[in-house]
């Protein structure tokens, strides 16, 4: 972990406090309960696809406003860029919607705007596009990358990428596709720097 060069971030739930309701929005937004949001949004006709995509953006921007940094996370970001690691966001959600949550976190500062990726700028998690597209950028090979997030979405895309994969979560819930599990980030900055 503590040679890798290359460090690819979920936002919410990783390096901010989960605060995303999905059964509320799909309820809000009228999509099945097994169903993936991205996903059937994006499998509606093109009139419709335009109405629930404009709704989900509106209740992000609405999310937004309350987000609250997770702990160690603007810890563990500022190590990373002073230690001159390559750190990028991966997220389902909008770019604008990182971008401002990056800002509460007090670390927008640390990321280049163009590895700031969200839906728009990258196929959405599980697909490896957003990271593939962020190691290219950075000429570093998935050997000498990481991707930290709080669900199987995240994992699977880092596996796909040829990453390692860092869980933060309190469960374990996916031992088979997680290279590493912590609880937050204040115990994976302390597994980078030791005492």
């Known amino acids: 972990m503590h040679d890798l060069q290359a460090w690819v971030f979920d936002l919410d739930g990783t390096l901010t406090l989960a605060q995303h309701d999905f059964a509320a929005i799909r309820r ?56 001159d690691r390559q750190v990028g966001i991966l997220t389902r959600n909008l770019q604008q919607v990182a971008r401002s949550s990056l800002e509460v976190v007090g670390v927008l500062d640390c990321f280049a705007p163009e590895h700031i990726l969200g839906r728009a700028e990258a196929l959405p998690k599980p697909d490896p596009d957003g990271i593939q597209q962020l190691l290219e950028g950075w000429s570093v090979s998935g050997s000498q990358a990481v991707m930290v997030g709080d669900f199987r979405f995240d994992l699977e895309a880092g596996r796909a990428a040829g990453c390692r994969t860092c869980l933060v979560h309190a469960d374990n819930q996916w031992p088979d596709l997680a290279d590493w599990h912590v609880v937050d980030c204040r115990e994976l900055m302390a597994q980078l720097t030791p005492p």
């Open 28 to 83: 809000e937004l009228g999509v099945p309960a097994e169903e993936d949001i991205l996903e059937f949004i994006a499998s509606r006709p093109l009139t419709e696809r335009e109405q629930l995509a404009a709704e989900l953006d509106a209740i992000e921007m609405r999310l937004a406003a309350d987000v609250r940094a997770a702990p160690g996370a603007a810890e563990l970001i500022r190590y990373l860029h002073e230690t």
